[in-house]
Every structure is written in structure tokens, then in C-alpha cells.
């Protein structure tokens, strides 16, 4: 201690005055201007006794016996004043005399300790040199931790050689490493025995301190067992008691609850009787959680768990089985209530507690798996049930199997099986469908029943943790009162969580547990959150689509066994197949809200196949027709301007007349036409209507009617412009009749396309069936190019008159006075022109007449032109009369009706051509 008073006065003072190198700065010297410090602010004076001061008080050597007694009374001061530089300077006028003498002698003083402190460290570093000095002389070896002489270097270099070392000289020089050593630790000890001996005495002065302390404990300890005795036990006796009168309550509430649970198989088998399951699983889950929470560790119970839960798995599996029994209930007899679970008053009764059970105990998804292989298993059987019972024993016997029996069927006798399969298979779905609609309503009420009941056992949270903290708040709460009752040996052995008061046992409490105990099938629950509701409705749901699918499945192998029967079936009969199916389609896919690929690729495979054999017919009939044809003007049967109207979107006449008229009306305009037109009309009703009675193939069907224009067109323009009616009907020619005809048939044709193509924009579309319009345009550009062709056959057939008769009056005599005006060639080709004109009267519009004969003018003129340009009549005469013909046949062709404005230019060119002498 006083060593460490020492290092701390030296260390003030080197902090306070510094060395002699140092200019001394005295805070007393007026010569030393003092700094700006910051203001200080003394608030309090805290005072005390500083332990370790009065221990290491170098003058006291040992402390007083009743040091720790005593008390070092300190009165608190009140705030000092701020202290300022100034309040000081009366102070420094009194001592200007004297100041000046006391810096000089502190000064002196000062350098003077610096010079003895610079001498003593001089004399230590001194003997420190001696010392390392003299033990330098030691050799190495002797201070070596692996010194030993056993290792002969060692012995060798200490002993040395015989020739150069004596037994007294080595003597001498071990006796002077000996006393070398031994002085250095001498000096040594001398330097460190103060600081040893002080340490010593602290040491000693500590122990009377433990000696003293350890007393103070066991006089302190006397003390508390005294009061623990006489206090604290006597006290502790209140609670003690208090909790012994607890639990003597707690175990009557206990024995209470044992003769309860004594009575839970009796009254398990009661309900079960009565098939109410939801009341027995109340029982056994409460039963079961009495058990392991409140009657656990009772040997008269350890079976009943056991028992319990054998008792559970058979309730499982017969509420599974009635369930299954229940949901898959079907009526045939009765297709009204059969698939109606709104109708089922019974099956509404029995569901209910059976999917709410279910759901409790965690086996709905059990429950719905075996549903769904039961269910699959009776779509299976209808299909072959219904086969088997539209057999005789005979043809079961007779025939090799149900494929064979298929094909043979009739159409009528085939349809009707077809309503039969879908009329059970409807049933059965619908039934399907009205049970996953039941789960979905059942598990939607239990979702807003758990909603409801978090909203009140917030509540109710909220209302006893309010109560509990104020119970908290007024009753007597001390842990170490607790920890003494923990201590009593008579306190009973139940802990304080076994005093809580348990309700007597009810059937009516359902316990409501965590999500994850519901999904583990161990624990039941009368509310469930939305995902578990969500996970069942998905599984009912596809339950649902999956029979859907598999119905689809099975039915289409009884369309597979036909293939080619139902390919060559009437548009009646197929139509009515297809109907059926598609309407069964519609159905369970409107039922189970999920598009089905089981059926529906089959019924449009089979679709197409019939359009296939259908078209193929239609075209066959057609080209036959047109073949038979003999190209004269049909009579028109009331029934097929009804046709014609149908496909124009037009009322029907409802007065049908057995008078045939002479034409078809489209648009107001009437068509003269042949037989094959007719058939061609009543083909593309018969196409319009499959577009009807086949939905989903309307881009085959219209592309089969387009096909069947352009073979009606390219066949009637091979039969008619290209002549080959004469050769399939052994016609002499063909005549401006044929063409007419032709012309109006494909006229008539022609202005139905504007409807088709309405009735097409209608029906398709999606861009995918955009190819039917442009295949219908291409045939309406086609039909109009025919129709072209026509007028310039009608044109060329004039034409080649005009050339023939041309050709004849450039031979004739003009000299001839007899000849008749006009001449002879001129006259029959006015008379040609003339029929010509009649006959396209009777067929043609006033609109194509005038295009004809328009055209007809103009190649006139240009065939005169040809054919007289150089032609010479030498008298004068002829140049008139030929000049004549060309008036006569201009003048003829204007009292024409529906020709158009006929000009004079074929009478100025024969005037020009043929100019009569000026008489003078």
C-alpha cells in the first residue's frame, strides 16, 4: 500500500511540474497569462470514505477493530456558487508581497526532486549493468533448462581436458560462478524484501477481515432462522391451508368426473342406436380429452382409451358407409326427385349430420375417396346394365358380343338406347352434382360459423384478461411467499395448474381445435377455416368432373362400335343422334362447370364422317341431275320458293297453292329456271338446316355447300358453254334458250350469296373458319365470270349471223332492179336478231337484255366494218340500196324494247363507205 501511495505521488507530481528541459508554468505566476477555460459548474459535493484510502495508510499499521462500525455522518451541502477568476483578486493584492519569494523556493524545490529522481535511476541502471555484468561472466550452459552432466558435451565443456585442466583450477572457477550467483540473488532480494514484506502485512490484514465478516454472516443468520421461526412459518400456515381446502375440492370434482366418465360407453351405444352420430363423437372426443388432460395417470381408465378409440374407428367407417349409401342413392323410377337433392327430404336429413361428422373427425377426404369409387363404379355399370337389358337371352347367346349387337341395331331402336344411357347416366350425374352442391353449402355454413366464433372468443378474451389483471391487482402476489409454500412437506402433490375447476362432462361440448389437428384425422371440430374448405369442395369437385369424364368415356365406345353405320344414317335419324349427345354434353359439362373430352372428340369424328357420306351423296345426285337435264323451263312448285325463302330469311307463304309458277322469286325478282336449279336450292336448305341440327361443325357444313356451288357451276358451264349436253342428251345445238336458261339458274344462284354470306358472318366467328369466306368468294367471282361468259356467247352467236350474212350480201348482184329492199341476207339477219331479242325476253331481265344487245350493236358495227372496208358497188344504185339495208337494220334493231339507246354510227359508215353521186 504504501508503495502504491508512493507511485501515485510521483506520478503527480511528474504530471504537475515536468522535467528540467521543461519551462516551468506556474498557474500562481502573474507572468503566466492563464488560458480560457470553459466555465465550470459545480452543482453537488459528494463526500465519503474511500476504503482503500484508510487501508493503505502508511502510517497506521493495523485498522481498529470497530472501523466497519462506524459511521461518517456527511451532511448533504446546498448548491455552491460559480466560482470566477475575479473573486480572487483582493486575495492575490494581500500576498503580492510575499508570492514572488514563494515561487522561487518551490521552483528550487521542484528541480531539486527532479535531480535526486534522475540520481536514482542512474544507480538502478548502474547495478543493473553490474549485475548484468557479472552474470555475463557465467557461461551459458549453467543457465540452460536442459542442463545436465549426463550429456557428454556438457561434461566437456565443465570438466574440460586433462591436458589443460586441473582439479584447483576448476574448483576455483566453479566456487567463482557459485558466489557470482549467489550475490546477484542477494541483491536482488535485498532490492524486492520491502515490497514482499508489505504485501505480507496486507495479506494478514485481510484475513482478520474475512475472520470478521464470516462472524457478522453467522450472527445474520441466527437472526433469520429466529424470525423464520417465530414469523414467517406461523404466517405461511394461512395459505397453506387455503390450498389444502383447493385441492380436497379439486379431487371431489375429479371423483365427480370419474363417475362421469363411467357412463360414456352406455350412452355411446344409446346413440348409436339411434344413428346419431354427431352426439357420440361429441362424447368419445370429450371423453378421450377428459382422459388424457384431467383422469390421466387413473388405472381403472387406462383401457378406456383404448376402447374409446376402437369405438371411434367403427363410427368411422359406418358413417362413411352410410354416406356413401346415401349420396349414391338414384331413383330411376322417379327421375324428378332422383337427381334433386332439394327434392330428398330423407337423403337431406341423413347428409347433413353425416358431412358435418365427417368433417369433425378429419375422414370427409376418406369419405369422399370411397364416394368417389363408388360412383365410378355405377356410371361403369349403367352402360352395361342398359346393353344387357335392350338383349334377349337369345341374341346375348346368339350373338358374339355387345359391338355385334350395336351394328344391327335400327336407328330408331339405336336413339332410343342412346336416351336411355343419358336419360341414368343424367341421373346419376345430377345426383352427383346436387351431393358435391350439399358439401359445398354444408362447409360454407362451418366457414362463417368459425368466422362468428373468432369474432366472439375475441370477445370474451378481451373481457377475461381485463378481469384477470384486476384479480392480479388486489390479490396478494409474493414469490417468496411461494417459494416457502413449494418448500412445506404437507402440501399436497398437485400442482397448482390441477386446481383449475373442470366443468362436469356434457355431450354437448365440441371441443375446436388447430387446422393442423383437423388434417390429421385426430381431432374433431365443428368449424373450419377457408383453406380446409377450399381443399374438400376442389376434392368433391372433382369427384364431380372425373365421373363427368369417365360418363363421356364409356358412352363413346358405343359410338365407336358404329363408325360406319352412323356414318351412312339420314340426316334425320344422325341429326337426332347428334342432338341427344350434344344436349348430354352440354349437361354434365354445365354440371361440373368443366369443359369434357371423353364424347365430344368422338360425336365431331363421327360428324364429319356423316358430312363425308352426306356431301358425297348431295354432289353425286347433283351431277346427275344436271346430267338428266334437258335445259327447258321448269314449272315451280310452291314448296320450293318456300325453300328459296328459308335460305333468303324471308316468311313463308302460309297458303301453299297446288298451282306451279313460272318463275322463283329472290328479292322481287323472278327467275325462269330448270330442275336442277331446283335440287340445288333444296340441297342448300338441306345444308342450311345441318348447320342447325349440327352446331360446332357449321365451318365443315359451309364448306361442303361451297363446294357444292362450284361443282353445280363448273358443271352447268361444261354441260352448256362447253357443249357437253350434246353429246349426254344427243342435242343438235345449243340454242340462245339453253343459254338463257343457264344464265338465270346461275343468275339466280348468284343472288343468293349475299344471304349465305350473311347467314356464314352470323355462325363463324372465329377467325380460324375466316378460309369458308374467302373459299365463297371465289366462287361468287366464278359464277360471275359464267355469267359473263353467257352474254358473250349470246353475243358471238349474233356475231357469226352478222359475218354469215355479211358475207352474203357482199355476193349478191346490187345492179339487180328486182332486188327487194332490204336484200334477202339483210332480212333474215333482222329476222335473227328480232328471235334472238324474243327469246332472251321470255328469260332474261330488261337490265341483261340491254347489256346483250348493247354488245351486240357494238360487234355489229365492228363486223361491217371488217368486212365492207374496201368493198366497191359500182352503180349508183347499189351504193343505195346497201345503204338501205344499213337503215333497215338500225331501224329495226330501235323499235326493240329493253335495247338501250341505239345510234346511227353503222348507218353513217355504210353512208360514208357507200356515197351516191350529187345529182346537178
Not at 508512493?6 to 507530481?13: A, M, S, V, Y
Not at 332439394?342 to 358435418?356: R, S
Not at 339453253?738 to 372465329?766: D, E, K, W, Y
Amino acid at each position: 500500500a504504501s508503495m502504491e501511495n508512493g507511485r501515485g505521488l510521483r506520478q503527480h507530481d511528474n504530471q504537475g511540474y515536468g522535467s528540467e528541459d521543461e519551462r516551468y508554468n506556474d498557474p500562481l505566476d502573474p507572468s503566466n497569462p492563464p488560458e480560457d477555460e470553459p466555465e465550470l459548474k459545480y452543482d453537488r459535493v459528494v463526500l465519503g470514505q474511500s476504503l482503500s484510502s484508510v487501508v493503505n495508510d502508511p502510517k497506521q499499521v493495523k485498522l481498529p477493530k470497530d472501523w466497519a462500525t462506524l459511521d461518517m455522518v456527511v451532511n448533504q451541502p446546498e448548491s455552491l456558487p460559480v466560482v470566477q477568476i475575479g473573486d480572487f483578486a483582493s486575495y492575490e493584492r494581500e500576498i503580492a508581497e510575499v508570492l514572488p519569494i514563494f515561487l522561487a523556493n518551490r521552483r528550487q524545490k521542484v528541480q531539486k526532486k527532479t535531480k535526486d529522481a534522475e540520481l536514482m535511476a542512474e544507480l538502478e541502471s548502474h547495478k543493473l549493468r553490474k549485475s548484468k555484468s557479472d552474470l555475463s561472466n557465467v557461461p551459458d550452459v549453467f543457465f540452460d533448462k536442459s542442463y545436465s552432466l549426463a550429456n557428454r558435451q556438457t561434461f566437456s565443456f565443465v570438466w574440460g581436458t586433462e591436458e589443460t585442466t586441473t582439479t584447483n583450477i576448476l574448483q576455483e572457477k566453479l566456487s567463482h560462478y557459485l558466489d557470482t550467483v549467489e550475490v546477484e540473488l542477494v541483491t536482488q532480494i535485498s532490492t524486492r524484501s520491502p515490497a514482499f514484506f508489505a504485501a505480507l502485512s496486507n495479506l494478514q490484514v485481510l484475513h482478520d477481515e474475512v475472520r470478521m465478516t464470516c462472524d457478522r454472516i453467522n450472527s445474520i443468520r441466527s437472526s433469520l432462522a429466529l424470525v423464520d421461526e417465530e414469523v414467517v412459518k406461523q404466517a405461511l400456515m394461512v395459505p397453506h391451508l387455503l390450498r389444502r381446502r383447493e385441492n380436497y375440492v379439486t379431487v371431489h370434482k375429479k371423483l365427480k368426473l370419474i363417475n362421469s366418465v363411467k357412463l360414456t360407453q352406455p350412452t355411446i351405444q344409446l346413440l348409436l342406436s339411434h344413428s346419431d352420430f354427431d352426439g357420440a363423437l361429441d362424447l368419445i372426443h370429450t371423453t378421450q380429452k377428459v382422459l388424457l388432460e384431467e383422469l390421466q395417470g387413473i388405472q381403472s381408465f387406462k383401457h378406456m382409451s383404448l376402447q374409446l378409440s376402437e369405438m371411434l374407428a367403427l363410427i368411422e367407417k359406418m358413417m362413411e358407409a352410410d354416406f356413401v349409401t346415401w349420396a349414391t342413392k338414384v331413383d330411376f323410377d322417379n327421375p324428378g326427385v332422383a337427381g334433386e337433392m332439394t327434392a330428398d327430404v330423407a337423403g337431406k336429413e341423413h347428409l347433413v349430420p353425416l358431412i358435418i361428422g365427417l368433417v369433425r373427425i378429419g375422414k370427409i377426404q376418406v369419405a369422399l375417396q370411397a364416394y368417389r369409387e363408388r360412383v365410378t363404379t355405377i356410371v361403369t355399370d349403367i352402360l352395361k346394365e342398359v346393353l344387357e337389358n335392350s338383349m334377349t337371352p337369345e341374341e346375348k347367346e346368339g350373338m358374339g358380343g355387345f359391338g355385334e349387337k350395336l351394328e344391327q341395331l335400327p336407328a330408331q331402336n339405336y336413339i332410343s338406347l342412346l336416351q336411355t344411357v343419358f336419360a341414368k347416366l343424367r341421373l346419376q350425374l345430377r345426383r352427383i352434382s346436387s351431393v358435391h352442391s350439399f358439401i359445398v353449402a354444408v362447409l360454407a355454413m362451418m366457414v362463417e360459423k368459425r368466422k362468428s366464433k373468432k369474432i366472439r372468443e375475441n370477445r370474451l378474451n378481451i373481457q377475461t384478461l381485463t378481469k384477470n389483471a384486476q384479480k392480479k391487482s388486489a390479490s396478494f402476489d409474493d414469490p417468496l411467499l411461494g417459494s416457502e409454500v413449494s418448500h412445506v412437506s404437507e402440501v399436497s402433490e398437485m400442482s397448482e395448474e390441477d386446481v383449475v375447476v373442470t366443468p362436469p362432462l356434457s355431450p354437448l361440448i365440441i371441443p375446436v381445435l388447430t387446422e393442423a389437428e383437423l388434417k390429421s384425422g385426430r381431432t374433431p371440430t365443428s368449424h373450419i377455416s377457408a383453406d380446409y374448405y377450399s381443399e374438400i369442395a376442389n376434392n368433391s369437385l372433382d369427384t364431380l368432373y372425373s365421373c363427368c369424364e369417365l360418363a363421356h368415356v364409356r358412352s363413346s365406345r358405343i359410338f365407336k362400335m358404329r363408325n360406319e353405320v352412323n356414318a351412312k344414317l339420314t340426316f334425320h335419324d344422325f341429326s337426332a343422334v347428334f342432338g341427344t349427345t350434344l344436349e348430354f354434353i352440354q349437361d354434365t359439362e354445365r354440371l361440373c362447370g368443366k369443359p369434357c373430352y371423353g364424347l365430344r372428340p368422338t360425336i365431331l369424328t363421327q360428324a364429319k364422317a356423316f358430312l363425308d357420306v352426306y356431301h358425297s351423296n348431295r354432289v353425286s345426285t347433283l351431277a346427275q341431275t344436271l346430267e338428266n337435264e334437258d335445259w327447258v323451263q321448269a314449272e315451280i312448285p310452291s314448296e320450293f320458293q318456300n325453300l328459296a325463302n328459308r335460305l333468303l330469311d324471308v316468311p313463308e307463304q302460309t297458303q301453299s297453292s297446288d298451282k306451279s309458277a313460272k318463275g322463283i322469286v329472290i328479292n322481287g325478282e323472278s327467275f325462269i329456271t330448270v330442275n336442277s336449279t331446283l335440287i340445288l336450292i333444296k340441297q342448300l336448305n338441306d345444308y342450311s338446316l345441318a348447320c342447325t341440327k349440327l352446331p360446332g361443325l357449321e365451318a365443315d357444313v359451309f364448306s361442303k355447300m361451297i363446294e357444292l356451288l362450284q361443282v353445280f357451276n363448273s358443271r352447268t358451264c361444261q354441260l352448256v358453254l362447253g357443249a357437253g349436253v350434246m353429246q349426254i342428251r344427243q342435242m343438235k345445238s345449243i340454242t340462245a334458250k339453253h343459254l338463257a336458261l343457264a344464265c338465270r339458274s346461275v343468275g339466280l344462284i348468284l343472288s343468293l350469296f349475299p344471304n349465305l354470306r350473311q347467314r356464314m358472318q352470323s355462325q363463324l366467328t372465329s377467325k380460324k373458319d375466316q378460309f369458308v369466306f374467302t373459299d365463297l368468294d371465289r366462287v361468287q367471282k366464278d359464277y360471275k365470270e359464267h355469267q359473263q361468259e353467257i352474254y358473250l356467247k349470246l353475243v358471238s352467236i349474233l356475231k357469226e349471223r352478222v359475218a354469215f350474212h355479211s358475207r352474203a350480201m357482199k355476193t349478191l348482184d346490187w345492179k339487180d332492179d328486182n332486188m327487194t329492199s332490204p336484200s334477202p341476207p339483210m332480212t333474215a339477219l333482222i329476222k335473227e336478231a328480232t328471235t334472238l331479242h324474243r327469246v332472251l325476253s321470255t328469260f332474261l331481265p330488261a337490265e341483261d337484255i340491254k347489256f346483250v344487245f348493247e354488245r351486240v350493236m357494238t360487234s355489229t358495227h365492228e363486223k361491217f366494218v371488217e368486212l365492207f372496208t374496201g368493198f366497191a358497188i359500182a352503180s349508183d344504185k347499189g351504193k343505195q340500196r346497201i345503204s338501205n339495208d344499213a337503215a333497215a337494220f338500225v331501224k329495226a334493231m330501235q323499235a326493240l324494247d329493253n335495247v338501250g339507246s341505239i345510234d346511227d354510227s353503222i348507218i353513217n359508215f355504210f353512208s360514208t363507205q357507200f356515197v351516191p353521186p350529187v345529182k346537178s
